[in-house]
């Protein structure tokens, strides 16, 4: 089922989010965390695609299994590390194997080397508009709330996300944020600019302190002073950082769909049990399947 008919229902979802196994790594093992996921019962799951493009193939496997588990799969796919070749060979693969949900990406630019060479895309709006031409997908694109670092202004960011609209982007994943007002703000600043696709908020739960100096250091996101003393009280107690940063989320998304957002995201990585913990405390809130 393609995305976009589950995002345009006028109903609470809860998507879910896992990463594919690094080459070497045991693909059955990562078969039975979507087993685990799927039992949850989320309105879709998210397969990420590998920073260096060279587990794609995974990608593809991980997204199989979770269409074949009945719920709606969603493949990522980057451009920055790989040629257009590559990239055509990924969605005639995603075409024949049935997944019809890519979230178009250009992924980070590697480090020390030629960006871009003439046989690769430069930004996600060629890509979703090469998905658009190979066939029959639904495509979602990435948006940032604090705005993509590379961007000099939130405004130049904006222009950018509205040509990934306009290109065929049909529903934008927002990157992690740990204030909602961040999210308010940008929405009404997206809105302004006519986009006006359905903007799914994603949510990380945090329930480890090493998570979040990565996090910081990688996205330069605004951690909130509340969240920062959770990590302080909690952070050298792995139980009581796990429960604290399940509440967070928790609290995150009832203000997020009590304000009209209805639909969430969560980061869930890989963890079924964070995801279940998260889905649990919104039993009324959210209703499965
Ligand atoms: P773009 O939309 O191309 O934007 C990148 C930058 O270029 C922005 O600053 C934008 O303003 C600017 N820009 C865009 N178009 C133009 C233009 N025409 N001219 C000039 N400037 C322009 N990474 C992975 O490696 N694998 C994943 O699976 C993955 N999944 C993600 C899922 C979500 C929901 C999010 C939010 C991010 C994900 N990422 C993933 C990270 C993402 O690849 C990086 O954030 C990357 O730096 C930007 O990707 P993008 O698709 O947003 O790029």
Do not use: W
């Not at 879709?44 to 199989?64: F, M, N, Q």
Request: aromatic share 8%.
């Amino acid at each position: 089922m393609k995305v976009s008919q589950i995002l345009k229902e006028d109903k609470v979802t809860i998507s879910c989010e896992m990463f594919p196994p690094k080459q070497g790594t045991m693909l059955e093992n990562y078969k039975g965390i979507v087993a685990e996921m799927a039992k949850l019962k989320p309105a879709y799951l998210s397969c990420t695609y590998g920073a260096t493009g060279g587990t794609s193939d995974y990608t593809v496997e991980i997204a199989d299994a979770i269409n074949a588990h009945g719920i709606p799969a969603i493949a990522h796919l980057t451009c920055a590390s790989s040629t257009k070749e590559k990239v055509d060979t990924v969605i005639n693969q995603l075409k024949s194997r049935g997944i019809e949900n890519i979230l178009a990406l250009r992924g980070d630019i590697p480090e020390n080397v030629d960006f871009p060479l003439p046989n690769q895309y430069h930004h996600a709006v060629e890509l979703i508009a090469q998905i658009k031409q190979a066939g029959d997908f639904c495509i979602g694109g990435a948006c940032y709330p604090e705005g993509h670092p590379e961007a000099a202004t939130m405004e130049e960011d904006l222009i950018h996300l509205k040509e990934k609209v306009d290109a065929g982007c049909e529903y934008l994943t927002t990157q992690m944020f740990f204030d909602n007002n961040i999210y308010y703000n940008f929405m009404y600043k997206a809105l302004k600019k006519g986009i006006d696709v359905p903007v799914v908020a994603g949510i990380m739960p945090v329930t480890n302190a090493n998570q979040v100096k990565r996090i910081i250091s990688l996205s330069g996101n605004l951690v909130p002073s509340k969240f920062i003393n959770i990590v302080d009280r909690f952070g050298d107690n792995p139980d009581a950082m796990k429960q604290a940063g399940i509440a967070y989320a928790t609290e995150q998304i009832i203000d997020l769909i009590a304000n009209g957002a209805n639909h969430i995201h969560i980061y869930s990585m890989n963890k079924p049990d964070v995801a279940e913990a998260i889905m649990n405390n919104l039993s009324y809130i959210y209703v499965r399947g």
